[in-house]
């Protein structure tokens, strides 16, 4: 994915605010042998791209001052209430670059499993992306959770996943992650009415005049 960049000049919290008045955003990039580089971008181009998967969970291509330099987005700071961008920021990568980076995970089949088809089970997400460490240019867009086989009552953990080659999980000592559970429906249980006792008079018979 590729997007365009401009060099900032001025720098400061007032530069900024009218930077964000001109319907820009700033931004760094910086990493590798270069100095880091103050940047601005066209606001709404920069929002529409955040909304996509792929630009938070993939090497970008960014056009600066006429070179294309490869990059990962790092950080995004968001206004509190208005929909709008503070700031960026991106590191510079290449094929030597060694990287931690969450990348989302993606389920499929699950509605094919014998959990859903005929239990009816509930598939419970407990983790939507997972922690990866790699070289950037292996850097998977997505890692694919294969949920055909599932059962009712399974736990599908971390461990379990199957990487792409080169890619190692990030688990930060923590060897029992869960990522999905498969949840049998809830069954509503049938209470049924109190019966209410008989009247005296009923169980004995009406008395004789």
Not at 77 to 84: A, D
Not at 125 to 135: G, Q
Not at 175 to 195: G, I, W
């Amino acid at each position: 994915m590729q997007f365009v960049a401009f060099e900032r000049a001025k720098q400061g919290t007032g530069a900024s605010r009218r930077l964000r008045n001109t319907g820009r955003a700033p931004g760094i990039v910086f990493g590798g042998e270069a100095p880091p580089v103050t940047i601005e971008l066209d606001h709404n181009a920069l929002w529409h791209a955040l909304k996509k998967e792929t630009f938070h969970a993939s090497i970008l291509d960014m056009e600066l001052a006429g070179q294309v330099h490869k990059v990962l987005l790092r950080d995004v700071q968001y206004h509190p209430y208005k929909p709008q961008v503070l700031h960026v920021d991106f590191q510079r990568v290449d094929e030597k670059t060694r990287l931690h980076k969450k990348v989302p995970l993606h389920f499929v089949n699950a509605e094919n499993s014998e959990a859903v088809k005929t239990d009816r089970c509930v598939i419970n997400h407990v983790m939507t992306e997972i922690e990866v460490e790699c070289l950037a240019m292996q850097l998977p867009e997505f890692i694919e959770v294969d949920l055909g086989n599932v059962k009712k009552g399974d736990t599908i953990h971390a461990r379990q996943l199957t990487m792409p080659k080169g890619i190692k999980r990030v688990t930060h000592g923590r060897t029992n992650l869960t990522v999905v559970t498969v949840v049998p429906p809830k069954v509503e249980e049938v209470v049924a009415a109190p019966v209410e006792a008989a009247p005296a008079d009923d169980k004995k018979g009406k008395k004789k005049k």
